[in-house]
């Protein structure tokens, strides 16, 4: 296990990358979906922000 | 202002007489922008202006040494002549869309490419040849040799038309945006960049003795594609920001 | 305007029912699915062949692994560029809403796809070759693919009649498109020209058939993550631009409806 996070040493970039890589996917669904939520709730007229 | 000569766009709809209204309207444009311009010269001297400022600051950011302004020579004076040519672009278009030339401009039957093509002349009359003038001045300040200075005379002559042509395609895309001036940057600098590469790399292959024809035949072949196609391309973005 | 009774005559099936963004939702709403699970399926087969049976590269070691992302991401940067380009020539020729729509919900993506390229391959680049940017034709152009992403995003943001902004960006969109392999090629000839850099950057590793493999699972994985993504985000789009059409009861009934 340790020699796969190792990576024959070139660990830091190889999980670098696909960290990177991962973070910016993550990123990218989060954003589309909480989009969508909001367009959704916006054409059926609900708020959720919360001020009364 | 000069109006269109009136009998002229009732010949225009048919056959020849339509390329000759596109180049009564090519001829029409440029005496106009050409007549604007050059009664606001102020301006223009701003212009030029911007560009020996920007110029003379690159050896105070770095050593006067010799060997490294020679270097930096070509770099310096053709990004600096991209920047310029930024920062005049708004002048082709925004003036006229404030008092509504721009909409009379569309609406004529003189084909818009041409009406554009002139302006984007006018404007390369006024803002790009003096840089290309200037340029060998400035290149002096850098201690580039003479053979170095007519390449990149050369290049510039070529390069600074395709700049406003190109230029003219954001300005058009952008008109009447907020923020439009550092947006136009964004958009067309990518657009520069085989430009930039080509006008300062004909220097660079020319020290190094590979010879300036390549670089040059391909500004020139890049500039011959862009006078054919930006024009319409402009014409088509004037479109799409009028209606 | 296309009428939308128009039916082909061998097939009698009326596609240009689809055209109207109201009509499209649905079917947005029911495809994104059976592109978004084969996505995360392909990715984990692509990632298993990548890490686990793919052999360790002689030269670059294990740091040749972030090919598995990195060429694929690239690969996706131009495809959806290309894809947005042909979007925007439908919405310019026929004048369509929704093919406008589909090219402003590719863009993000194609920029997300440009930066995971950008990124892995910096981070690539230092192991392999003793730099994080080596000024290299495919890099440097690939940076430029990104600004011309956010040239899109930024026009977009910028004009606020959203007709308009469709044509401005379907027009900028064309334009780039044209020029992207112009600036690829003078970008290389800049290259060859200034080859005596320090850095001299060889191509991927010799392909054995298992790392070839994988990077094409991944590329189909990265693919149909797009589409997906895309179909969602048109789906978000389509909402917030018919909100003000006369459709919206329509709207409402399927944004309420239509299950996540």
């Not at chain 3, 360790?56 to 991401?73: K, L, M």
């Not at chain 3, 969602?232 to 059409?245: D, K, M, P």
């Amino acid at each position: 296990m340790t020699d796969f996070l190792h990576m024959g040493g070139y660990g830091f970039y190889v999980w670098s990358a696909y960290g990177g890589a991962v973070l910016a996917v993550v990123a990218e669904i989060v954003a589309v979906k909480r989009r969508l939520r909001a367009a959704r709730d916006a054409t059926r007229g609900i708020d959720r922000s919360g001020v009364t | 202002m000069k109006r269109l000569p009136a009998i002229l766009p009732i010949l225009a709809t048919q056959g020849t007489a339509r390329d000759f209204a596109a180049w009564a309207g090519i001829g029409w444009a440029l005496q106009r922008d050409l007549g604007l311009a050059l009664r606001s010269r102020m301006e223009l001297a701003v212009h030029l202006s911007f560009y020996v400022i920007v110029v003379s600051l690159f050896p105070l950011a770095a050593t006067p040494d010799r060997g490294l302004l020679a270097a930096m020579a070509p770099a310096v004076l053709w990004v600096a002549a991209l920047l310029a040519s930024l920062l005049s672009l708004p002048r082709l278009f925004a003036a006229d869309l404030l008092d509504g030339t721009l909409e009379q401009i569309a609406l004529s039957p003189y084909p818009l490419a041409a009406l554009v093509s002139g302006k984007i002349a006018a404007h390369w009359l006024t803002t790009g040849l003096p840089i290309v003038l200037l340029a060998p001045l400035l290149a002096l300040q850098y201690e580039l040799d003479s053979e170095a200075i007519t390449v990149l005379s050369a290049g510039l002559l070529l390069g600074t038309p395709i700049l406003s042509l190109l230029g003219a395609i954001g300005a058009a895309l952008t008109l009447g945006v907020r923020g439009a001036g550092s947006l136009v940057a964004l958009l067309i600098l990518p657009l520069y960049v085989p430009v930039l590469i080509f006008g300062a790399g004909a220097v660079d292959a020319m020290r190094v003795g590979l010879g300036a024809a390549a670089n040059l035949s391909l500004l020139g072949a890049g500039l011959l594609i862009a006078i054919v196609g930006a024009p319409f391309a402009a014409a088509a973005a004037v479109r799409i920001a009028l209606d | 305007m296309r009428d939308s009774t128009l039916r082909t005559k061998s097939h009698n099936v009326n596609w240009f029912r689809y055209s109207s963004p109201v009509s499209f939702y649905p079917l947005a709403s029911a495809l994104a699915p059976w592109f978004a699970v084969p996505a995360a399926l392909l990715a984990f087969a692509g990632l298993y062949i990548g890490f686990v049976l793919a052999p360790t590269d002689a030269q670059q070691g294990e740091a040749y692994r972030i090919i598995f992302v990195h060429v694929p991401a690239a690969w996706m940067s131009l495809l959806i560029y290309l894809a947005m380009a042909f979007w925007s020539a439908l919405a310019l020729g026929f004048n369509t809403r929704l093919s406008a729509m589909m090219a402003q919900a590719l863009a993000p993506t194609g920029a997300l796809m440009t930066f995971v390229a950008l990124w892995t391959g910096a981070l690539w680049g230092r192991p392999t070759w003793g730099t994080y940017w080596a000024w290299d034709a495919r890099m440097t152009s690939e940076l430029i693919l990104l600004f011309l992403y956010l040239g899109v995003i930024a026009l977009r943001q910028a004009i606020d009649d959203p007709r308009r902004a469709d044509r401005a960006c379907a027009l900028l969109t064309l334009v780039g498109a044209i020029n992207v392999p112009i600036i690829y090629f003078s970008v290389q000839w800049w290259n060859t020209l200034h080859q005596g850099a320090s850095v001299s950057v060889t191509s991927a590793p010799r392909m054995a058939t298992l790392m070839l493999s994988g990077m094409l699972v991944m590329a189909l994985a990265a693919w149909c993550y797009s589409i997906a993504v895309a179909l969602v985000r048109v789906r978000s789009i389509i909402l917030e631009r018919e909100n003000n059409a006369t459709e919206s009861p329509q709207l409402r009934g399927m944004a309420t409806r239509v299950a996540q």
